[in-house]
């Protein structure tokens, strides 16, 4: 089991930056890729961003390349996405999840976080 607390969630300006972080716990946080999805009211769980077990491989959603960041700190258990030059669009609920390998299906990983929300105003 692998328990995921995301925080760093907030109310920013457009053109803004937020940094969501993931506190992991429970089983090696080594052993498992990371990734960030969102979702919006009546929509499905999008693809945000995902890393790689040893941190050496990143994938980003077209929606985010070039804004946003992601990283791991494995000393830390922690994962986190920098988020720059946010823009209204990019509200949603923001969770962490873990699985066996990097992938931009949510069904591909395993365990997941509560979420954390994340609005941008005009």
């Known amino acids: 089991q692998v328990q995921l607390v995301e925080s760093g969630g907030g109310l920013v300006q457009a053109g803004g930056s937020l940094r969501l972080s993931c506190a992991a716990s429970g089983r090696t946080f080594s052993s498992y890729a990371m990734g960030w999805f969102r979702q919006t009211p009546g929509k499905e769980r999008e693809f945000v961003a995902a890393i790689g077990r040893s941190g050496d491989s990143t994938y980003y959603a077209d929606s985010v390349k070039g804004r946003f960041a992601i990283s791991r700190e494995t000393a830390k258990n922690t994962v986190h996405l920098q988020m720059n030059s946010l823009k209204p669009e990019d509200t949603a609920v923001f969770y962490c999840?873990?699985?066996?390998?990097?992938?931009?299906?949510?069904?591909?990983?395993?365990?997941w976080g509560q979420g954390t929300q994340v609005t941008v105003s005009s």
């Open positions: 999840a873990a699985g066996p390998i990097i992938s931009d299906w949510s069904s591909r990983y395993d365990y």
